[in-house]
């Protein structure tokens, strides 16, 4: 007598995180504004490396390859928690006082039945985006994109870029145990994702309850109701 309750998947890429709030960044901030764009077209592949000189396009490839060869996030799959519909129970002329009574409770606090699940579809996201381990995966990606912009400025004035902040082997080794503990997180939390919330889920249990109770409540009413139309004789058998 309940509506479905199935819910809707929402598929999201982690990596998406670390480019998000560019479109907050103030347009007087040229140099994290041109940061924000140099990571979302390394992390999306479509890095521009041409360049004058032949060892700076070569710098160039070469940071896109280090972003490239970095291991892969799994999406997250975060369910969309719908809320249950309840359908009215219809009160019949032969019910009782005391059952018309009880469907009209139950109506009353089903029908109007409404949860907020703003802050379970979020929560685990802003888990990811506080971690340590995204962090320093992040604070990477903009080390990359960093020497992109040095190589830029440095090709620009006719020089070759002498590779002063490259990122080094220590570096390079952390944010990759850092995606892989990402990922155990990302695919454990993917494996155990409750479809429904538990509040939805006692409403549905207790509404489906009361349902089985009015049944039994009626069938009760009508067997009392057969006994005290019997005739005396019939009772005293």
């Known amino acids: 007598m309940s509506a479905t309750t199935a819910p809707n998947s929402l598929v999201m890429n982690p990596t998406s995180m670390l480019v998000e709030m560019k479109s907050f960044i103030p347009s007087s ?4 504004t041109e940061i924000q764009k140099i990571k979302q077209e390394l992390l999306q592949g479509d890095l521009n490396c041409s360049a004058k000189d032949e ?18 996030l799994p999406e997250i799959q975060q369910q969309k928690l719908t809320i249950p519909e309840f359908d009215e129970i219809e009160v019949k002329p032969s019910d ?6 009880f469907i009209r409770n139950v109506n009353y606090e089903f029908l109007g ?8 579809d979020m929560v685990y996201f802003i888990d990811i985006y506080k971690s340590e381990e995204f962090k320093t995966y992040d604070n990477f990606v903009s080390l990359v994109a960093e020497c992109v912009l040095q190589i830029r400025d440095k090709d620009r004035r006719g020089k070759v870029w002498n590779q002063q902040i490259k990122p080094a082997a220590f ?14 997180q990302i695919s454990e939390y993917n494996a155990k994702m409750n479809s429904q919330c538990s509040k939805c889920k006692a409403a549905t249990r207790k509404y489906n309850y009361s349902v089985k109770e009015i049944e039994r409540m009626r069938k009760d009413h009508t067997d009392l109701k057969k006994e005290v139309e019997k005739p005396a004789e019939d009772k005293m058998d």
């Open 96 to 101: 009782s006082v005391e059952i018309k009574k």
């Open 113 to 120: 039945f409404h949860y907020n699940h703003k802050d379970c």
């Open 171 to 184: 570096e390079l080794k952390k944010t990759i145990y850092a995606l892989l503990v990402l990922a155990g």
């Open 29 to 32: 901030y040229t140099f994290e």
């Open 55 to 72: 060892t700076n396009e070569q710098y160039l490839y070469e940071m896109q390859d280090i972003i490239d060869h970095l291991p892969k």
